[in-house]
């Protein structure tokens, strides 16, 4: 089972700047392509940002494209998302998630997930 403790939520100002990390408990880091979630309340779990096993590929989806940045350091088990231009539709519940296999825009959604964080509150007040 791997565990993946996610850090780095807060409260930030709106157009303010966040760096979630998430730290994999085992070495087989390097084997999974990582997501970052998001769920706000009221609203379904969406998948925000993701990264390919090596780090050299990755999809965003349209609400963040341009402000968040996922990237990964294998030799640190971490992935991590940096915001940035934050806004207060952008306050939510952060997940990291793990996948094993191959990067897929087509298995990005919750459902395709195999090991979950807790997740991290990120506040963005206006």
């Known amino acids: 089972q791997v565990q993946l403790p996610e850090s780095g939520g807060g409260l930030v100002q709106d157009g303010g700047s966040l760096r979630l990390s998430c730290v994999a408990s085992?070495?087989?880091?390097?084997?999974?392509?990582m997501v970052w979630f998001r769920q706000a309340p009221g609203k379904e779990r969406e998948n925000v940002a993701a990264?390919?096993?090596?780090?050299?590929?990755?999809i965003y989806s349209d609400s963040v494209k341009g402000r968040f940045t996922i990237s990964r350091d294998n030799a640190k088990n971490t992935v991590y998302l940096q915001m940035n231009s934050l806004k207060p539709e952008d306050t939510a519940v952060y997940y990291c998630a793990a996948r094993a296999g191959l990067l897929s825009a087509r298995r990005t959604s919750k459902d395709d997930m195999d090991y979950w964080g807790k997740g991290t509150l990120v506040t963005v007040s206006s």
């Open positions: 085992e070495g087989t880091f390097s084997s999974y392509v």
């Open positions: 990264i390919s096993r090596s780090g050299g590929s990755s």
